[in-house]
C-alpha cells in the first residue's frame, strides 16, 4: 500500500518536478491534509470489500443447478442463505470513519471537508457509505472486518462441504457411489485414461481452505491492533 510520500512523489512527477521537491506538492499540507491513514485506510477496506462482496454475490446466485431434486434443493437453499448473509455484510461495510482522521476526533481536519467527504465518496463510488455514529469507535474497532470475514469463512465452508459431496456422489462407478457424473475438466492420468478427477470440486475445496485461513489472520489482526492505531489490519492487507 503507497503511503503519501510515494503518492507525493508521484505528484510532483506528474507536475514536472523532481522526488523530494515538497515546494511543489507537500506530502503532509497537500495530499495527506486533513487525512490518516487511520481512517483512510480502513474506508478504502470497506469499499474494496464492497466491491468484492458484489461480485461474489453475484457469481454464487447461479453456483449450483437445482435439477437433481431434493439434494440440489439443499444446495440451492444454503446458497441463498449465504448469499443473504453477504447482503448484510455489505450493509455493515456501508459505515466509515473516513473524516475522524488520526484518533476519529477529525483533528487537523476542516468541518466542511468532515461534513462532506462521504457525500464526495459516495458520488465518485454510488456506493451509499455513511459516517459511523462514534468516528471514535470505528476508528478504534475493526471488528466489522472479523464479521465479514466469517461470513465469507461460512460461505466458503458451505461451498466446499458441497464440493465433498460432488466428489463423493462421482466416485467410482465399479468401487463409489457413481450417483452423478461430473464432466471430464482435463485429461485423466496416463495409467488410468478413463479416470475423469474431480477437480473443479477439489479446486473448491482448495479456495476455502484459503478463506478459512485469511480468516484467522484477520481476526488476529483486529484483535491485536492497540487503542487508534491498526497497525497489523494495514499491514495484513
Known amino acids: 500500500m503507497k503511503n503519501e510520500y510515494e503518492f507525493n512523489g508521484m505528484a510532483v512527477e506528474i507536475l514536472g518536478g523532481n522526488k523530494g521537491d515538497y515546494s511543489i506538492v507537500h506530502p503532509n499540507d497537500d495530499v495527506n491534509m486533513g487525512q490518516s491513514t487511520n481512517d483512510v485506510v480502513p474506508t478504502a477496506g470497506k469499499m474494496t470489500t464492497i466491491r468484492l462482496l458484489v461480485n461474489l454475490r453475484v457469481q454464487m446466485q447461479d453456483a449450483v443447478p437445482i435439477s437433481l431434486g431434493q439434494e440440489f434443493q439443499a444446495y440451492s437453499d444454503s446458497v441463498?442463505?449465504?448469499?443473504?448473509?453477504?447482503?448484510?455484510?455489505?450493509?455493515?461495510?456501508?459505515?466509515?470513519?473516513m473524516g475522524g482522521t488520526a484518533i476519529g476526533t477529525g483533528i487537523n481536519a476542516d468541518e466542511e471537508y468532515i461534513s462532506k467527504i462521504i457525500p464526495a465518496l459516495n458520488s465518485v463510488s454510488k456506493m451509499d457509505l455513511r459516517h459511523a455514529g462514534d468516528l471514535i469507535d470505528s476508528t478504534q474497532n475493526l471488528d466489522p472486518f472479523v464479521t465479514v470475514s466469517g461470513i465469507v469463512k461460512a460461505c466458503a465452508v458451505t461451498l466446499s462441504k458441497i464440493a465433498n459431496d460432488l466428489r463423493l456422489m462421482s466416485s467410482g462407478p465399479r468401487t463409489g457411489f457413481g450417483e452423478i457424473t461430473l464432466p471430464a475438466r482435463q485429461n485423466g492420468s496416463s495409467i488410468m485414461p478413463g479416470k475423469?478427477?474431480?477437480?473443479?470440486?477439489?479446486?473448491?475445496?482448495?479456495?476455502?481452505?484459503?478463506?478459512?485461513?485469511?480468516?484467522?489472520?484477520?481476526?488476529?489482526?483486529?484483535?491485536?491492533?492497540?487503542?487508534d492505531r491498526d497497525v497489523y489490519y494495514s499491514r495484513s492487507h
Open 80 to 97: 441463498m442463505r449465504n448469499i443473504g448473509r453477504l447482503d448484510a455484510a455489505i450493509e455493515e461495510m456501508r459505515t466509515v470513519n
Open 196 to 227: 475423469v478427477n474431480p477437480v473443479i470440486p477439489e479446486v473448491v475445496n482448495q479456495v476455502a481452505f484459503n478463506v478459512v485461513g485469511n480468516d484467522m489472520t484477520i481476526a488476529l489482526a483486529a484483535d491485536n491492533d492497540m487503542l
